[in-house]
């Protein structure tokens, strides 16, 4: 038996394992990552390569090693050139990945590696069953569920009938054989589809890219308030004892759809160029025509593409819902009227059911999601070993 089992292999679950690991926490031989990929932060790294993402948004102290200032030694000793970008010190993306990889295998995360598909979990009476649909079940005293987002893609009501066309992809999918030639539409308006459409406007066999969304662009240096690190929001929001309103703050703090303004410059310069179309407005239906989409907006125009590429988000449910709901009716976990988990300081669900991501927002905040999240979920469950 396990002591203990991570179920997710992304930023926030190789944030926990790597200190349970590094710390004398537990050993290689006493904890198992499970997740769907192949190797740690494969789902990170593809879609921050497939948007041509250059610069992190979080700030240089925000990555997955304890010393905060350990991403900035890590440049120094590696002889990054402009490894940081503006006020807070953003990282390269590529110095980014190469100091958390480099944790990955120092610490001996790689080791704990199982790759499947987690299908059931089972409380036991010294601990817990994790099943993965190859029929093989790890047992551990303690869980940490670190379930990503990007697992369950958005598709609006009028990409439902496209969902599966090759020439309709989610930027969390990414079929091998989408187009990246011709003529291309983006749906979104965040960070991802800016940088997305902004690259792909750079790609010598794409003929045009028109960006559409449905508000004018949002500047925002952070994707919520910094205050939200700190006591500064955190202290009135810890008092709150009721959790639809929680869920309220949450969503009123997060500059959704916000971009930076740096990535707001660069999309200004490829429209200036003639080689990105930006479009405001909701789109209303899609269909197949000759051999390209065709998408009818609200005001009756018409927008044509070979292909459209969606970066809409994940869905607004719970992570890991197909099979957790189960654990939450057969335990009766402690739900909020969200569904998401009502947990403790420590993101212990129950009897050794802990929560990291998405999971633990109602406790850690607006920030839950991002790498800030990740850190302080970390220290929290880290205290508990």
Not at 81 to 86: A, D, R, V
Not at 118 to 131: A, E, I
Not at 156 to 166: C, F, G, T
Not at 189 to 207: E, F, I, W
Request: hydrophobic share 35%; net charge positive.
């Amino acid at each position: 038996m396990y002591k203990w089992i991570i179920i997710g292999g992304g930023v926030q679950g190789c944030s926990v394992a790597s200190r349970l690991l590094l710390e004398n926490k537990v050993t290689t031989e006493e904890l198992v990552i499970i997740d769907p990929h192949a190797e740690p932060l494969e789902m990170w790294q593809r879609i921050t390569s497939k948007i041509g993402m250059q610069y992190l948004r979080s700030p240089v102290v925000h990555h997955l090693e304890a010393d905060p200032y350990s991403l900035k030694k890590f440049a120094k000793e590696h002889d990054f050139t402009q490894p940081f970008k503006g006020k807070y010190g953003r990282p390269r993306l590529d110095l980014f990945n190469d100091h958390s990889l480099h944790l990955v295998n120092e610490s001996g995360v790689r080791d704990c590696w199982k790759q499947g598909d987690v299908n059931k979990l089972v409380k036991h009476k010294d601990g817990w069953g994790v099943s993965v649909q190859d029929g093989h079940v790890f047992y551990g005293e303690r869980v940490i569920l670190a379930i990503g987002v990007n697992n369950t893609p958005h598709f609006p009501p009028w990409a439902q009938e496209l969902k599966d066309n090759e020439r309709m992809n989610h930027i969390f999918e990414w079929k091998e054989d989408f187009p990246n030639s011709g003529s291309l539409i983006v749906v979104g308006g965040g960070m991802t589809a800016a940088q997305l459409a902004s690259n792909l406007s750079t790609q010598k066999d794409v003929h045009s890219v028109t960006l559409i969304k449905r508000h004018p662009f949002r500047i925002h240096r952070f994707d919520s308030d910094p205050g939200w690190l700190g006591p500064k929001f955190l202290t009135s929001f810890d008092k709150l004892t009721n959790y639809r309103k929680r869920r309220e703050v949450i969503q009123e703090a997060r500059y959704r759809g916000s971009i930076t303004k740096d990535i707001y410059l660069n999309v200004k310069k490829q429209i200036k160029a003639g080689k990105l179309h930006v479009y405001n407005g909701e789109i209303v239906s899609a269909k197949l025509e000759d051999q390209g989409i065709q998408l009818t907006m609200s005001q009756d125009e018409v927008l044509c593409g070979d292909a459209v590429l969606l970066s809409t988000g994940p869905e607004s449910t719970l992570p890991g819902r197909e099979w957790l709901k189960d654990v939450i009716d057969h335990l009766g976990l402690p739900c909020a009227p969200c569904g998401f988990p009502i947990v403790s300081k420590t993101l212990e669900w129950k009897n050794g059911l802990f929560v990291a991501g998405a999971l633990a927002e109602l406790e850690i905040g607006p920030v839950s999601r991002n790498i800030a999240g990740a850190r302080k979920a970390t220290e929290r469950i880290v205290q508990t070993a």
